[in-house]
């Protein structure tokens, strides 16, 4: 595994992807702005995981206009076309691929009553994202 910025703790890797910054937006089926928070690469399910978090405004719980089921086709996509271009480009063999979906930044794993997130995964083969049920 290869890349600048990569950090090598024991159960948390974290590489954010440098050629994407978080203000650019990535276009989505639903048409909704969605842009690439951070990627981390963490090892504490006893295999790789890879774990795409971006920052989806528009499913906000309260004011959003984007449902869960809109925002599935996206998640496929941003598997699809942001995912598996950045593992094959960093070379990593990655066991599952999360991709998330935030209404607000959060830090990884802490919990906020006021987000809303939407969370898939998936298992890449083939250079296909197989979507893996939790």
Same mark, same amino acid.
């Given at each position: ?9 024991? *159960? ?6 440098? *050629? ?46 984007? *449902? ?67």
């Amino acid at each position: 595994m290869r890349g600048r910025g990569c950090g090598f703790p024991v *159960s948390l890797l974290v590489c954010v992807w440098a *050629s994407v910054a978080a203000a650019v937006e990535v276009p989505v089926p639903s048409g909704q702005p969605v842009s690439l928070n951070e990627v981390l690469l963490d090892t504490a399910p006893g295999e790789l995981w890879v774990r795409f978090r971006f920052i989806a405004p528009h499913i906000a719980r309260e004011t959003g206009l984007v *449902s869960y089921e809109q925002a599935g086709p996206d998640m496929d996509a941003l598997c699809q076309d942001v995912a598996l271009p950045y593992l094959d480009h960093h070379e990593i063999e990655a066991a599952r691929v999360v991709i998330s979906l935030s209404d607000q930044r959060l830090p990884f794993g802490s919990k906020d009553r006021t987000a809303t997130q939407f969370f898939e995964a998936y298992r890449p083969e083939n250079e296909a994202c197989i979507w893996e049920e939790f």
